[in-house]
T-cell receptor, first 113, second 112 residues
Framework: NAGVTQTPKFRILKIGQSMTLQCTQD?????MYWYRQDPGMGLKLIYY???????DKGEVPNGYNVSRSTTEDFPLRLELAAPSQTSVYFC????????????FGDGTRLSIL | DQQVKQNSPSLSVQEGRISILNCDYT??????FLWYKKYPAEGPTFLIS?????DKNEDGRFTVFLNKSAKHLSLHIVPSQPGDSAVYFC???????????FGTGTRLQVFP
C-alpha cells in the first residue's frame, strides 16, 4: 500500500540545470497537486491536475511545468533551475468527490547552488 | 497577502493537558477547513476537517471548532501525548474547489 510516492528524496542541482521530480500514486486519485514549502512557511500550490491530460496553474507556477499522461503519474519539471527554487516539494492526491482530504508524499528536498 | 494565518509559531504543553492550536482566515469564501500534522522528513498527514455548515467536529482526542463570524478555527487535542509533538498546519479551500491555502504552521511540543 504505497500511497503517494515521490522520487528522489534529495537532490542538489547547479543553477541552470534541469530535472524532473517524480510523483506516482496507487490510490485512484483523480486529482493531483504539487506544492512547495519554504522554511517557516506554509505549502504553496504550484500546479494541479483534475485528471489525465488536464493540468492548471496554482499560486506559484513560474519556472515549473507539469504533465499528466496517466492517472497515476504527475511529474514536475524544472527547466532552468534557479536558487529561488530551493525548497521542499510535496506531491499530493485526492479523490474526485468534493471536500476529500489530500494525501501527501514524503517530499523531495531540492537545493540549487 | 496571507489568507490563512497561524500566529503562534510554537506551543509547548505538558503531557495529559489540553493543546489548543489557533488559525484565522480572511477570505469569507472559504467553506472547508482542514488540519494537517507533519513530522520532520515526512509529508503532511490529514488529521481532521470541518465544513462551514458545522461549528464543531470531533474525532477521538481531536476536536476542531469553527467560528465563522470571527473567521477563526481552533484544534483541541486532549489529552496531549508526546507523540503529538509535530508541526500542525491549518488549511482552507473555497467554493467546493480542492485548491488548499495553508497557514505557516504551529510547532507543538508535548513534554512529560
Amino acid at each position: 500500500n504505497a500511497g503517494v510516492t515521490q522520487t528522489p528524496k534529495f537532490r542538489i542541482l547547479k543553477i541552470g540545470q534541469s530535472m524532473t521530480l517524480q510523483c506516482t500514486q496507487d490510490m485512484n486519485h483523480n486529482y493531483m497537486y504539487w506544492y512547495r514549502q519554504d522554511p517557516g512557511m506554509g505549502l504553496k500550490l504550484i500546479y494541479y491536475s483534475v485528471g489525465a491530460g488536464i493540468t492548471d496553474k496554482g499560486e506559484v507556477p513560474n519556472g515549473y511545468n507539469v504533465s499528466r499522461s496517466t492517472t497515476e503519474d504527475f511529474p514536475l519539471r524544472l527547466e532552468l533551475a534557479a536558487p529561488s527554487q530551493t525548497s521542499v516539494y510535496f506531491c499530493a492526491g485526492s479523490r474526485t468527490d468534493s471536500n476529500q482530504p489530500q494525501h501527501f508524499g514524503d517530499g523531495t528536498r531540492l537545493s540549487i547552488l | 497577502d496571507q489568507q490563512v494565518k497561524q500566529n503562534s509559531p510554537s506551543l509547548s504543553v505538558q503531557e495529559g493537558r489540553i493543546s489548543i492550536l489557533n488559525c484565522d482566515y480572511t477570505n469569507s469564501m472559504f467553506d472547508y477547513f482542514l488540519w494537517y500534522k507533519k513530522y520532520p522528513a515526512e509529508g503532511p498527514t490529514f488529521l481532521i476537517s470541518i465544513s462551514s455548515i458545522k461549528d464543531k467536529n470531533e474525532d477521538g482526542r481531536f476536536t476542531v471548532f469553527l467560528n465563522k463570524s470571527a473567521k477563526h478555527l481552533s484544534l483541541h487535542i486532549v489529552p496531549s501525548q508526546p507523540g503529538d509533538s509535530a508541526v500542525y498546519f491549518c488549511a482552507a479551500s473555497a467554493d467546493n474547489t480542492d485548491k488548499l491555502i495553508f497557514g505557516t504552521g504551529t510547532r507543538l511540543q508535548v513534554f512529560p
